[in-house]
């Protein structure tokens, strides 16, 4: 395991916690939002909820409100990277 998130986990964390299946090519990309893909606020608290049971520590109060796949891997990295 790593301290960073790849598109790849992501998308089998989405798959898993959210029931959406997203190619990591598709996280990729700079306009996708969560919304797009089909992936709620619940799927997303699902997905922040797999990530802090995963490393033990808690998740960026703004990572559950995330828009974009791109600004949640920003977030939850940057904590996980600072040990926060």
């Not at 798959?15 to 893909?37: C, H, I, N, Q, Y």
């Not at 909820?49 to 796949?69: F, V």
């Amino acid at each position: 395991m790593t301290d960073r998130i790849t598109v790849e986990e992501l998308a089998e964390l989405m798959k898993k916690s959210a029931g959406v299946t997203v190619a990591p090519e598709e996280l990729r990309r700079e306009d996708t939002a969560f919304d797009r893909l089909g992936v709620d606020s619940l799927g997303l608290l699902g997905i922040v909820g797999e990530l802090e049971n995963r490393y033990g520590t808690p998740m960026p109060p703004d990572a559950e409100r995330s828009k974009s796949p791109r600004q949640f891997l920003d977030l939850v990295n940057s904590a996980l990277m600072t040990g926060a």
